[in-house]
């Protein structure tokens, strides 16, 4: 090795502009910024949604209405699907589990039962949620409603 062949290691060199170092590096004057405006200004970072001055997408677009935070959605099952199971799997006691295994529901659903349909059978159903008529009906039929 000698000095007149000494090089960088490969792959050790960068290849960046060196920008702002002056007219000898050959990006001089404006520094491949351009002339004025905001671009060539520096701190200059663009808002997410600018359109160059035009009044943007998200304040165009009219706004109303409430989003409760506090919300709790359920996955809603009725009567008629709870006969249905409870023929097909012959049982007697309908959980969460039961419904999520069935795939009537997804995995961390909450679920209410509601009264559309009818039973024929008596059946003890868990469920986190049951409207009046459906507690009803599943009492009129001599089943039990448990809360989860």
Do not use: C, W
């Not at 170092?21 to 004025?36: A, D, L, M, N």
């Not at 989003?67 to 199971?85: F, G, M, P, S």
């Not at 024929?120 to 009046?132: D, G, I, M």
């Amino acid at each position: 090795m000698e000095l007149h062949n000494l090089q960088p290691a490969p792959g050790s060199n960068k290849s960046n502009k060196r920008v702002g170092r002056g007219p000898g590096s050959g990006y001089g004057g404006t520094s491949t910024r351009g002339h004025k405006g905001a671009k060539s200004r520096s701190g200059y970072s663009r808002k997410i949604g600018f359109e160059g001055g035009q009044m943007p997408l998200q304040r165009r677009v009219p706004k109303f209405g409430f989003k409760n935070i506090n919300r709790v959605e359920y996955k809603a099952i009725n009567l008629d699907a709870l006969e249905a199971l409870a023929a097909a799997r012959n049982i007697a006691k309908i959980t969460v589990d039961d419904l999520r295994d069935a795939g009537l529901v997804a995995k961390k659903a909450l679920v209410k039962i509601l009264g559309n349909g009818s039973l024929s059978r008596a059946l003890e159903v868990e469920a986190h949620a049951f409207s009046k008529k459906a507690e009803e009906a599943i009492a009129a039929a001599g089943g039990s409603v448990t809360k989860k």
